[in-house]
């Protein structure tokens, strides 16, 4: 099996240390690995770094060389601008036919989540590499611990295969008393947006439900052939649907496979949800510099330098060299509003 991570994403959610030339996956978070390291770290024991392919955007191409120097170049699979995941993995899985047979299988993970039971992770792929052996489109499904409706679902339906049930819905992200429903129902898990396929059954559902997304990448292995892989394919890619694998494939497949697995699971999506993960004092405060806490509890404090915090509660404070975050944690989603806008003022030096 071969592995390909998807780290072209820009982290929007994680403003200010999150930008577009040093995005989310590329941060320390969580110890002395970077969010990409770490995938790659969790990855180890069971695949060899010459199949570990990373599909990224040209502007980050030089940090994961910096951050994974054993890699080799050739496994850096460059999109020419990020147009989510369906055309990300259509793109990746052209050119990874260029080295392996269409039997070969494939496991696709983002770059960018934690997940602490390294054992667990990699036990999981077993059951979902016999399946995707029989030419199963097989998805993990996260076993949910609360009523997330930050997280899209998976319905499962019976077994087909010891491990492995079938895939009955796909949901988009509910409110709380439709979460409340799935958590009460058992069958329901979130959507970790992992999965594993056979190069050649991921080809055949890019023809059958994305045909101009497989149009597309046809023409790109035709430029290719005729100039080889580091040829200009911006044009082409340009004209690609900003569509998710989910959505686009997923939704619409027939042989569809869910692994529910319950390992310690987080897609670190906020500074809300990163303050879940890090260790706290024992009124629930996070300082990263030295600080002082007074009548104050449930704070995220991420600054470079002493900080005092006085009567406040539930709040993320997030430092740079230019620019400064305050929010409720509750509100933290809506940091991409504040990138929005410094797009639309054109504030390219906070981007």
Known sequence: MIALIMAGGVGTRFWPKSRKNFPKQFLKVSGELSLLQMTVERLLPQFSFTDIYIVTAQN???????QLPELPEQNIIIEPFGMNTAPCIALSVMYLKNFYPE???????????????KENFLQSLLPAEEQAKKGYLVTFGILPTYPATGYG???????????????LNFKEKPDKATAEQFLAKGSYY???????????????AFTNFLPEVDNITKAIANKWQENGLQTDISSLYAKMPR???DIGI????DFRGVVPVSYDWSDVGSWKA???LVNKDEDGNYFSAEGKAISATNNYIDTNKFTAIIGVNDLCLIETADAILLCNKEKAEEVKKIVEHL???????LL
Not at 190 to 204: H, P
Not at 250 to 253: R, V
């Open 103 to 117: 039997q070969e299988l494939m496991f696709v993970l983002p770059a960018d989540h934690i997940i602490t039971d």
């Open 274 to 276: 990163l303050s879940d």
């Open 60 to 66: 980050q191409v030089e940090l994961i060389k910096e």
């Open 343 to 349: 797009q639309q003022v054109n504030r390219e030096d």
């Open 250 to 253: 997923m939704e619409k497949a």
């Open 153 to 167: 679902y998976i319905e499962a339906g019976e077994e087909i295969a010891p491990e492995v049930r079938k895939v």
């Open 190 to 204: 979130w959507n970790s947006g992992m999965f594993c396929w056979s190069l050649k059954s991921i080809s055949t």
């Open 243 to 245: 569509i998710p694998i």
